[in-house]
């Protein structure tokens, strides 16, 4: 049974930083492409940060390049983000994503973890 497992959310004033953790199981996780994506309230799901399954070359999204850092253990099956100078505008659900692209593109979805920043 595939498994996404977020953890790490929570209250942060602005500034502060959040280090969120995915657990995954139930897959080959080392041949997966590995992002976080986030929601906030009334807008659409967006792309924060990807890296990639073979050499772990990471990407960001403009709006948190110099701010994120997007790390993968394969060894112990989890992807990380770690958030640092955070700002009221990150606040969103953040959800893990498994993607492999084979004969077509599978990818797997986490539960979500709330990240609210506010003073």
């Known amino acids: 049974q595939v498994q996404l497992v977020e953890s790490g959310g929570g209250l942060v004033q602005p500034g502060g930083s959040l280090r969120l953790s995915c657990a995954a199981s139930g897959f080959s996780f080392s041949s997966y492409d590995m992002s976080w994506y986030r929601q906030a309230p009334g807008k659409e799901r967006e792309l924060v940060a990807t890296?990639?399954?073979?050499?772990?070359?990471?990407n960001y999204a403009d709006s948190v390049k110099g701010r994120f850092t997007i790390s993968r253990d394969n060894a112990k099956n989890t992807v990380f983000l770690q958030m640092n100078s955070l700002k009221p505008e990150d606040t969103a659900v953040y959800f893990c994503?498994?993607?492999?692209?084979?004969?077509?593109?599978?990818?797997?979805w986490g539960q979500g973890t709330q990240v609210t920043v506010s003073s």
């Open positions: 890296i990639t399954s073979a050499i772990g070359t990471p």
């Open positions: 994503n498994a993607r492999i692209l084979l004969t077509r593109t599978y990818q797997h």
